[in-house]
């Protein structure tokens, strides 16, 4: 089971750049690193998967690292409305292996 | 929009009523998954679903009864809950199963009320 671990709350001010990282030390060689962004009483949405070195997409950069036992969700510019829990899980999908952990709640401030 | 939706969004009930939530997904995949979240907890898998057949079962109470009639719709029958169940339900689906790489994709979720 690739358990996760991930800080359980940041703060950070409007403007800021946000990095979360996320420790997986037994991922698989099949395992993908996603991210997912969670709004209070809304399901969570996918924001940005990887298998290795560095992603990026419109709204956030992954960093991973060669030896793959982490990951850091990387948010440019933080806005208030990036305030949600972030989670990141590794794994493939339909399986109990899958899964959520307690993700990180960032509170962005004015 | 996901393209998930679930009905109704909110919920309120008693210990003995039966009531059902509703998913639909528009989006052409073949999984469909229930999850619920109660407060301050993690998101717990309940049921996966691929091409209407049940895949997994993480040892959820009879009283939850989850129905697939096709691969665009999932139904989770409720009875005899208990107040411990107020919690998100929250529907998601992903084109297959056993992807590295796939996407859930998550509907708003019901908010279930059990007095």
């Known amino acids: 089971l690739a358990k996760t671990t991930q800080p359980i709350s940041m703060d950070s001010y409007e403007g800021q750049e946000v990095n979360i990282t996320c420790s997986h030390n037994?991922?698989?060689?099949?395992?993908?690193i996603t991210w997912y962004q969670q709004f209070p009483s809304q399901g969570p949405r996918f924001i940005i998967q990887g298998y290795k070195t560095k992603v990026t997409n419109e709204v956030a950069s992954l960093f991973i690292p060669a030896d793959r036992k982490s990951s850091t969700l990387s948010l440019p510019r933080v806005s208030l409305s990036d305030t949600a829990v972030y989670y990141c899980?590794?794994?493939?999908?339909?399986?109990?292996?899958?899964?959520f952990g307690t993700g990180t709640r960032l509170l962005v401030s004015p | 929009e996901t393209g998930v939706t679930q009905t109704p969004r909110h919920l309120v009930m008693g210990m003995t009523n039966k009531k059902s939530l509703k998913c639909e997904q528009h989006l052409g995949h073949n999984a469909m998954y229930w999850y619920k979240q109660s407060a301050k907890k993690p998101l717990e898998l309940m049921f996966v679903y691929s091409l209407e057949e049940r895949v997994e079962n993480n040892s959820v109470p009879s009283r939850f009864s989850p129905e697939c009639p096709n691969s665009s719709h999932l139904f989770l029958h409720l009875h005899t809950l208990q107040p411990e169940d107020s919690a998100l339900y929250l529907c998601?689906?992903?084109?297959?199963?056993?992807?590295?790489?796939?996407?859930?994709?998550f509907g708003e979720g019901s908010r279930l009320t059990v007095l």
């Open positions: 037994n991922i698989a060689t099949n395992d993908y």
């Open positions: 998601a689906s992903s084109q297959d199963i056993g992807q590295a790489t796939g996407e859930l994709f």
């Open positions: 899980l590794v794994g493939v999908t339909g399986f109990q292996k899958l899964v």
